[in-house]
């Protein structure tokens, strides 16, 4: 069983930084990708990033410019740096993994952490 753990979310002024972080564990025979998917109250859940490993980045339009995704292969650890924030950019924020284990191929997700944004 592959577990994601997130960390970093909080409350922030319009304009602000935060910085999220989420880590990999479990039974991960390789990590395919990773990222950030966010959902504001009543909305669907939305892409923000996803880093394929070797890969191209996918991001929400929205937050270009305004973030940096990196990823440390050595702690299965995926890291998303954003700035400028917005108030629409406020919600909970789920970390994302593509991973292979020994059931195959698989999508796994985080508990979510809450990203406010004070205007």
């Known amino acids: 069983q592959v577990q994601l753990v997130e960390s970093g979310g909080g409350e922030v002024q319009a304009g602000g930084s935060l910085r999220l972080s989420c880590a990999a564990s479990g039974n991960i025979f390789t990590i395919v990708g990773m990222g950030w998917y966010r959902q504001a109250p009543g909305k669907q859940r939305e892409l923000v990033a996803v880093?394929?490993?070797?890969?191209?980045?996918s991001y929400a339009e929205s937050m270009k410019g305004r973030l940096t995704i990196s990823m440390n292969s050595d702690k299965n650890t995926v890291y998303l740096q954003m700035s400028g924030l917005k108030p629409e950019d406020a919600g909970v924020y789920y970390c994302?993994?593509?991973?292979?284990?020994?059931?195959?191929?698989?999508?796994?997700w985080g508990q979510g952490t809450q990203v406010t944004v004070l205007s």
């Open positions: 880093l394929p490993v070797g890969g191209s980045l």
């Open positions: 994302y993994a593509n991973v292979t284990g020994p059931d195959g191929l698989g999508d796994v």
